[in-house]
């Protein structure tokens, strides 16, 4: 079975919405895929290594990534050196502005993990829309599948 890893952190409950979404999306492989669902603050690397796909959920927060978010990668990242190269992701950011900032911090971390961008990232700018969160299925689907399937 592989396994697949949803770490998310939310003020507002938008990204924590676009998390739970992808992980409706996913659970639809649960014969295929191991679902892990964490907090920012509680994901651990124990977590990030059990894992063989990885979403990221945050809200733009003053145009960077939520502070939970980033205190995971920052405990993971030098232990998980060696370890995880290659792991695929993707981002969903809740945006206030145009969720740059978040996503440019995110994807420079993750290049020196290496970890390997599997799905283009969504970026939900103001109020989630049907379509946002119906996207956010699509990607937990497509990451669990891609997982199961060696795809990725």
């Avoid at 676009?18 to 907090?39: N, T």
């Avoid at 920012?40 to 979403?55: M, N």
């Avoid at 060696?82 to 206030?96: I, T």
């Avoid at 900032?101 to 994807?107: H, K, N, P, Q, R």
């Amino acid at each position: 079975m592989k396994h697949l890893l949803i770490v998310y952190a939310s003020q507002t409950g938008h990204a924590l919405r676009m998390a739970l979404a992808a992980y409706r999306g996913a659970r639809e492989l649960a014969d295929a895929v191991e679902i892990r669902f964490e907090h920012g603050l509680h994901a651990s690397l124990d977590d990030l290594l059990w894992c063989h796909g990885l979403l990221l959920a945050t809200p733009e927060n003053f145009g960077y990534m939520a502070g939970a978010l980033k205190d995971f990668l920052d405990r993971t990242y030098y232990p998980a050196q060696g370890k995880v190269e290659g792991l695929p992701f993707a981002v969903m950011v809740s945006a206030g502005n145009d969720g740059s900032g978040a996503l440019t911090a995110i994807e420079r971390i993750a290049r020196g993990y290496p970890l390997q961008r599997a799905i283009e990232p969504i970026v939900a700018k103001g109020e989630l829309t049907d379509d946002v969160l119906q996207r956010c299925v699509d990607m937990g689907q497509t990451m669990a599948a891609g997982i199961a399937y060696g795809m990725f």
